[in-house]
């Protein structure tokens, strides 16, 4: 199969200071006017996802949650399937928030994603993005780049218990798959072919997970991927993954992650 070239990409990222006030609710405003209406169901599935399961911010922070402007553009079959990213963010009560943030996909792709089912899923993983997970994980202090080694209190938790590592003192971060996918994922093995040797309770392995660095189907959204946005300074609902049906993908993620600047271009390529 073809592989999707790599294209560069930044953000314009500002963060900004401001003040705290009272515990506020969470919502993803979605700005859809870019996108087909035949795709748009897609974006929003993944904003009542994600909304399900984010319920709000940890106490003091008087954010509402962020816009994201959706769009799609004309580009080559096989080419640069796509990007994502938060844009802007603000510091509050030692949490570093995404406020602003952009999807875009190419149409050239996007039919063969929705007939192999893949879609709801890669909009998803990408939403995750902008929401913080990998971006925005060096500012608010659970991973140092390079290290491999993510320590946030809640996820490790729920890993511990979720995947049968019993004093376990981080979660495996990639490092592999190039500056695109490496820091920004939790970890897999060769390029995502290849079994972890992590299993949840219900026998589901890591290479599964939404968010590592190449989706592989049926792909499933861990304990431990909620519980790192509580790492980051938002409240979740962990029951709400009961309801969770897993969507088939075998698609392989690129991710061309801005550390510092905590901007994030996410590029895919199908596996050889």
Do not use: C
């Amino acid at each position: 199969m073809p592989r999707l070239k790599l294209l560069p990409w930044a953000a314009v990222v500002t963060i900004g200071l401001g003040s705290t006030a009272a515990q506020a609710a969470f919502d993803i405003r979605l700005n859809l006017d870019s996108v087909a209406p035949g795709y748009r169901s897609y974006f929003e599935a993944a904003e009542s996802f994600w909304e399900g399961v984010i319920t709000g911010y940890q106490p003091g922070i008087a954010l509402s949650g962020l816009n994201i402007r959706a769009a799609t553009f004309n580009g080559s079959p096989g080419g640069t399937l796509g990007f994502a990213g938060w844009t802007e963010a603000v510091w509050r009560e030692s949490y570093a928030l995404a406020t602003v943030g952009t999807m875009s996909f190419d149409l050239a792709d996007v039919p063969g994603l929705v007939q192999n089912g893949q879609f709801a899923a890669v909009i998803q993983h990408e939403m995750a993005h902008v929401l913080g997970f990998g971006t925005l994980w060096t500012y608010n202090g659970v991973y140092q780049d390079g290290t491999g080694r993510y320590t946030g209190p809640a996820a490790l938790a729920e890993y511990s218990r979720e995947f049968s590592q019993p004093g376990a003192q981080w979660v495996p971060v990639e490092l592999g798959g190039g500056a695109g996918t490496a820091n920004g994922h939790w970890n897999e093995v060769d390029g995502g072919s290849g079994p972890t040797g992590f299993t949840d309770g219900s026998g589901r392995n890591m290479r599964n997970e939404l968010m590592t660095g190449w989706l592989n189907g049926p792909t499933f959204v861990s304990r431990t991927t909620v519980a790192s946005f509580q790492d980051i300074g938002y409240t979740v609902n962990l029951r709400a993954l009961a309801g969770v049906v897993p969507e088939p993908a075998t698609l392989a993620l690129w991710l061309m992650g801005l550390p510092l600047l905590a901007g994030v271009a996410a590029q895919r390529r199908q596996r050889a």
